[in-house]
């Protein structure tokens, strides 16, 4: 368990400077939130039919843009050697990497997202579920995301194989995410979607890490 | 606690291609192997087959302990130190979080850690980032894992390249420590290791 510990900490400390960390997510959505006006139009109306389905959008591309070097970083410099070699298993490894990789990427988008969604016109009452539902849609990405970065590992291009691997793994979240979020507006029955988006996460959560160290082992051999 | 080491009969591929076939070793506690053979002979791949990251194509790995044969995932992922041609370094880290999560990762303490230190020298390195350190720099902060956490079996690959004459020689005296101490060391070299090695050749 200490072991797990030192690793998680580590993780984070990496994780929190790898690709910008927290302040990625806010330029991320800065980003968006300016551009899309800019793209497609500015009348309110239309920029608030779109405005929840974009923050989705800009949380699903910001964490694969810092996915790429979850493993593959340390698999250039010899760490995943070591990583293999300690007390705790690869898939607790794996469960520690996208935990942290989580808490320094997911959480903070998770917080943009809802002030995104409002900048572009969404109503204020959303912004509890936008933010429970990018929490939770996030915890998915990233354990999805880390099974596409393990399998990309030793391949040229990795990135653009992350890409496509973790595309069809990031459709559910965004669906029953942005669902969720739009049944609300529209005042219709939101739970339904919430749950399963949850239910996608933790599943991914508890399968993942065991897809993660599996390629890993291969890239390993 | 891993105090001999039998590799039997062993053979590894890498893809279609054959590396080597039929190599046997025993090491016992207190022994120091060189492995030897021509680039591209499998002296990695037979260090990475011992560390159980390569599945051999025949043959197996043993690790026994003081009351017979261990298991040989909990043997690895408690005895065994192995230092390949990367360092596992982050350059983002300064040299001490870097030293300091090696160590407790592999099983040592902060002390442990201190001391070793202290030992290679690293003193004066401690806060700087990795990436302003020298190859051989990079590689007594590696080293100073294999000394800080107990571990029996240190598996080696060309560990003293970067160094120099004099750090080869401290880190010569380091190994015959560790041997002493009933250590096994498996180093795969071209240049000759700074103690009494029995040597093995690859693929001859």
Known sequence: ?????????????????????????????????????????????????????????????ASLLSLERLFAQDYEDGALDLLALGPAPLEAVAFAKCLAQWLAAGAPLAFA?????????????LAPLIFVAALAGGLGFSFTGGIGAALSLGGRRGGVLIAVIVLPLFAPPVIFGAGAVEAMAGGLDWRTGLMLLCAYSLAAVALGPFAMAAACRNALS | MISSLHIEDLAVDRGDRRLFAGFGLDLRAGEAVALVGRNGAGKTSLLRAVAGFVRPAAGRVRFAGAAGDLDPDEARSGGVHLLGHHDGLKTTRTAWEELLFQVRWTGGSRAGAEAARERLDLGPLCDLEVRKLSAGQRRR???ARLVASPRALWLLDEPLAPLDAARRAAFGALMAEHLAGGGLILAAVHDPLPIAAREAEIGA
């Open chain 2, 141 to 143: 902060l590696a080293l």
């Open chain 1, 113 to 125: 997202a809802p002030l995104a969604a409002i900048a572009l016109g969404a109503s204020t009452a």
């Open chain 1, 1 to 61: 368990m200490t072991g797990f510990l030192v690793l998680f900490r580590r993780e984070l400390a990496l994780a929190w400077g790898r690709g910008g960390g927290p302040l990625l997510a806010l330029a991320f959505f800065a980003c968006t939130a300016t551009l899309l006006p800019l793209a497609v139009g500015s009348q309110p109306a239309r920029l608030a039919a779109v405005a929840t389905g974009s923050a989705w959008l800009a949380l699903a591309l």
